[in-house]
């Protein structure tokens, strides 16, 4: 398909405190690029940014590796819109379609519908380079977004009842 798969080393995971871990998505290839932020709980799985759509695979191993999968997922907060950071977005809710997103209330158009952003990549980096990079970018149905306007204090179910303080500079 022209996607670049990510490869997942055993130090690509990393707890930074019980039930808080960085998965290094390992973005072409390289240490430190791109990462996501996982919370584990009895109730499933938090992820925030999971990354491009090119580096989903290598996010789902992590997940096994700890012993969750897709279905897993209860949330997805997404600090902003950029492909490397809410690419993959689309593809884990149509996998999970339980998964509630969070997002800016300007962002969530783009997640919605990320023609704009996939057109503009497009200009960047051509359309091979786009799938190379970035891979896969679907939609998400409008039903499975939450919107944010910053400031709000989240605790949730859905965020495995981490208290969750959402900040937009």
Same mark, same amino acid.
């Given at each position: 398909?022209?996607? !670049?798969?990510? &490869? ?5 995971? %990393? ?20 990462g ?7 109730? /499933?799985? *938090? ?10 695979? @290598?996010?789902? *191993?992590?997940?096994? %590796? ?11 907060? =997404?600090? #902003?819109? #950029?492909?490397?950071? *809410? /690419? ?6 149509? +996998?999970?379609?339980?998964? &509630?997103?969070?997002?800016? $209330?300007?962002? +969530?158009? #783009? ?11 497009? !200009? ?8 190379r990079?970035?891979? +896969?970018?679907?939609?998400?149905? $409008?039903?499975? =977004?939450?919107?944010?306007r /910053?400031? $709000?204090? %989240?605790?949730? @179910? %859905?965020?495995?009842?981490? #208290?969750? @303080?959402?900040?937009? +500079?």
């Open positions: 398909t022209g996607v !670049q798969t990510c &490869a997942l080393p055993i130090y690509a995971v %990393r707890l930074i405190t019980p039930g808080v871990w960085y998965v290094d998505l390992k973005f072409s290839g390289m240490d430190r690029a791109i996501t932020g996982v919370y584990a709980g009895p109730d /499933g799985v *938090a992820l925030v940014d999971p990354g491009p759509g090119s580096c989903a695979d @290598t996010l789902i *191993a992590a997940l096994n %590796r700890g012993g969750y999968g897709v279905g897993d997922i209860r949330a997805i907060l =997404i600090t #902003h819109i #950029h492909l490397d950071h *809410a /690419g993959a977005t689309g593809r884990f809710v149509e +996998a999970n379609p339980d998964i &509630a997103v969070y997002v800016h $209330e300007r962002g +969530a158009p #783009h997640v919605i519908d990320p023609s704009k952003l996939i057109n503009s990549a497009n !200009q960047l980096w051509g359309v091979e380079g786009v799938a990079l970035w891979g +896969a970018t679907l939609p998400v149905p $409008e039903s499975k =977004i939450t919107l944010l /910053g400031g $709000e204090d %989240r605790k949730s @179910t %859905r965020l495995n009842s981490s #208290h969750i @303080t959402i900040s937009y +500079a």
